[in-house]
């Protein structure tokens, strides 16, 4: 099972939104509505910041959002802050078999 | 609220066994709908899914480690312990254990632990 493909990193400007894709097949992220992501700051454990692909946990900022398409999911932090430097991690439910794979991991920067 | 916590060695020689124990509160392995998982992170990269158990002690392990793997809850103390055989020193990782339910936020592991640094070395 190989790992879900995300790009290494993603950059914006204070206020600016950045997105993060994660590319799967049509065995995990296309076959699937069950696509999480996850933020992790260094040195810390990650964080769940979106399940079932769109829903967001509570306490949450709602600048937080997923989405679907394909074999592709995606991320949206809009209105970036400081504090959403991390990296970003997406993860999978892959069938009975594979059960659940994790992305490559995205480190965003905010400039 | 709940909480993880690893434990186990931080160093481990080659060929060794390795056995991490995970103590959590505020959620019992017991209700439905409940799993506690593993998750393992090398240096400077990315998660690795490791293995995960259920309340119904449904168990699930990645399928290239699955033949290193023994997953095992005891309820009546609150703990999860994973073992893992033949251990190498690409085995070095960070190794969570994070809290999951079914009926909260399916599929997705809402409650993490600090993670425990295992070095594997001669």
């Known amino acids: 099972q190989s790992a879900l493909t995300q790009p290494p990193s993603a950059s914006g400007s204070p206020g600016q939104s950045v997105t993060i894709s994660c590319t799967g097949t049509s065995s995990d992220v296309g076959g699937y509505n069950y696509v999480s992501w996850y933020q992790q700051h260094p040195g810390k454990a990650p964080k769940l910041m979106i399940y079932e692909v769109s829903k967001r946990p509570s306490g949450v900022p709602d600048r937080f959002s997923g989405s679907k398409s394909g074999n592709t999911a995606s991320l949206t932090v809009s209105g970036l802050q400081a504090e959403d430097e991390a990296d970003y991690y997406c993860s999978s439910y892959a069938g009975s078999n594979n059960f659940k794979v994790f992305g490559t991991g995205t480190k965003v920067t905010v400039l | 609220q709940i909480t993880l916590k690893e434990s186990g060695p931080t160093l481990v020689k080659p060929t060794q066994t390795l056995t991490l124990t995970c103590t959590f509160s505020g959620f019992s392995l017991s209700t439905s709908g409940v799993g506690v998982g593993w998750i393992r992170q090398p240096p400077g990269k990315a998660l690795e899914w490791l293995a995960l158990?259920?309340?119904?002690?449904?168990?699930r392990y990645s399928p290239s480690l699955k033949s290193r793997l023994t997953i095992t809850k005891d309820t009546s103390k609150n703990q999860v312990v994973l073992t893992m055989t033949n251990m190498d020193p690409v085995d070095t990782a960070t190794y969570y254990c994070?809290?999951?339910?079914?009926?909260?936020?399916?599929?997705?592991?809402?409650?993490w632990g600090q993670g425990t640094m295992v070095t594997v070395s001669s």
């Open positions: 994070a809290h999951s339910d079914q009926h909260s936020s399916p599929d997705a592991f809402d409650i």
């Open positions: 158990i259920y309340w119904n002690d449904d168990k």
